[in-house]
Nanobody, 120 residues
Framework: QVQLVESGGGLVQAGGSLRLSCAAS????????LGWFRQAPGKERKLVAA????????YYADSVKGRFTISRDNAKNTVYLRMNSLKPEDTAVYYCAAKPADPGGKYDYWGQGTQVTVSS
């Protein structure tokens, strides 16, 4: 089992920045790839950014490329999402999730989510 706890959400004006953190406990953190998802009211949950177990490979949804940066610190068992130039459409509950690093792994472990609200 992997336990994930997000923090860092809040209310920010458009154009502002936030950094989300996700602290993991349980199994060996470096054995997992990690992702940040978000879900806006009435919409499905979508992958925003992901990072490989080593941090050497990252993925970003088109909607956040150039504005968001995902990173991880395996020594601290923490993954981060730096969000710059925030827009009202970034408003959502943000979740971090973990999946085993082996091929075919699925996001089986989820945090409770943290609310991000961007005002115009």
């Amino acid at each position: 089992q992997v336990q994930l706890v997000e923090s860092g959400g809040g209310l920010v004006q458009a154009g502002g920045s936030l950094r989300l953190s996700c602290a993991a406990s349980g199994r060996t953190f470096s054995n997992y790839s990690l992702g940040w998802f978000r879900q806006a009211p009435g919409k499905e949950r979508k992958l925003v950014a992901a990072i490989s177990w080593s941090g050497g490979s990252t993925y970003y949804a088109d909607s956040v490329k150039g504005r968001f940066t995902i990173s991880r610190d395996n020594a601290k068992n923490t993954v981060y999402l730096r969000m710059n130039s925030l827009k009202p459409e970034d408003t959502a509950v943000y979740y971090c999730a973990a999946k085993p690093a082996d091929p075919g792994g699925k996001y089986d472990y989820w945090g409770q989510g943290t609310q991000v609200t961007v005002s115009s």
